[in-house]
C-alpha cells in the first residue's frame, strides 16, 4: 500500500495526498499536542510537518514505514516548537506502584481488585475511554509521546525509538512509567464505580 | 514465618517487570522467576490483567474525525507548495 501511494505521492496526486492528510491530520495533531504547551503551537507544528512531506517526498528513501518518517518529521519539528516554549518538565514517577501498595515484605497489602469478574471478560471502552484521554495528557511528555505512539497508533518499540530517536531501554521504561500510571488512573475510578 | 528464597519475587519487584515481560525482553531466568510467581500470586495475576486491559482501552482512543474546513484548508496550502 505504502509503495503505490507512494508514487502517486510524487507525482503530486492530490487526492493521495487529501487520503495521507485524512489519515495522519489527527494522530499528528495528538502527538504534536502532547509535545507542547498550546494547541496552535501543535498545529502549527502539524502544518510544517506537511510542507516537510510534501518537499521531502522524493528524498524519502522508503527505508523506514511512511508514517514512521511523517512523525520523525514531526517530532523534531514539535520539539524545536517547543523548546522555544521553555516547558517546565514534570517530575516522573519512580515506582510502576505506589509503595504505599506493599506490606513491609513487599507483597500486596490489599488484594488487588479483577476490573472485570471474568479475566475475559472486557470493559466497555466507551466509558473509559475520556478519561483515559485526559489521564494521557496528564502524563509527562516523553511518556505520552511513547505511549501514544505504540499504544494509540500502535507502532512496534523499534519504529518508536527511531521517531523519537531513543534507546530500546529508555522507550521500554517510559512506555513502562507511562501504562503504569495509566493503569493506577483506571484503577481508583472503577474502584469507585 | 514465611521465608523467602533469594531467587524469588516479591510483588514490588514483579510489578517492575510487567512491561519488559510484556515486550518479551526479559532474560530466560527473569521471565521463569517471573511467572512462577504469577503462578503462584493471584493479585501479580489480576494486575497484569489490568496493565493488559489498560493497553487495550488506550488503543480503543479513536481521533476524532477530521473536519471539512481543516481539510480544505491543507489542499490549499499544498497546491501552493507545489506550485513552489
Ligand atoms: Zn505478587
Not at chain 1, 514539535?78 to 509503595?99: M, Q, T, Y
Not at chain 2, 522467576?33 to 479513536?62: D, V, W
Request: aromatic letters at 6%.
Amino acid at each position: 500500500m505504502d509503495v503505490e501511494l507512494l508514487s502517486r505521492l510524487r507525482n503530486g496526486n492530490e487526492e493521495a495526498f487529501v487520503k495521507l492528510v485524512s489519515w495522519y491530520q489527527q494522530p499528528m495533531l495528538r502527538l504534536a499536542r502532547s509535545m507542547v504547551s498550546s494547541h496552535a503551537v501543535a498545529e502549527e507544528a502539524v502544518q510544517d510537518t506537511w510542507m516537510g512531506v510534501v518537499r521531502g517526498i522524493d528524498r524519502f528513501e522508503g527505508r523506514s514505514a511512511l508514517k514512521t518518517w511523517m512523525f520523525r518529521i514531526l517530532v523534531n519539528r514539535a520539539r524545536s516548537a517547543g523548546s522555544r516554549e521553555h516547558l517546565n518538565v514534570p517530575i516522573e514517577a519512580l515506582h510502576a506502584v505506589d509503595p504505599s501498595r506493599f506490606d513491609e515484605q513487599g507483597h500486596w497489602a490489599d488484594p488487588v481488585d479483577r476490573w472485570t469478574e471474568h479475566s475475559d471478560e472486557r470493559l466497555d471502552a466507551a466509558a473509559w475511554v475520556p478519561l483515559l484521554k485526559s489521564a494521557l495528557d496528564d502524563l509527562p511528555p516523553r511518556q505520552r509521546e511513547v505511549v501514544i505512539l505504540r499504544d494509540v497508533e500502535g507502532l512496534s518499540g523499534d519504529e518508536t525509538c527511531e521517531v523519537l530517536g531513543i534507546s530500546k531501554g529508555n522507550q521500554r521504561i517510559l512506555l513502562h512509567r507511562g501504562r503504569s500510571r495509566l493503569r493506577e488512573i483506571l484503577d481508583a475510578e472503577i474502584e469507585r464505580s | 514465618m514465611l521465608s523467602l528464597r533469594r531467587k524469588d519475587l516479591v510483588c514490588r519487584q514483579a510489578v517492575e517487570l510487567v512491561t519488559a515481560y510484556l515486550e518479551d525482553a526479559l532474560s530466560r531466568r527473569d521471565r521463569r522467576r517471573f511467572e512462577s510467581h504469577l503462578r503462584e500470586c493471584p493479585n501479580c495475576s489480576a494486575y497484569l490483567e489490568q496493565i493488559k486491559m489498560t493497553i487495550e482501552l488506550t488503543g480503543a482512543i479513536e481521533p476524532e474525525g477530521l473536519g471539512p474546513e481543516a481539510r480544505v484548508d491543507l489542499i490549499d496550502l499544498y497546491r501552493r507548495w507545489r506550485g513552489e
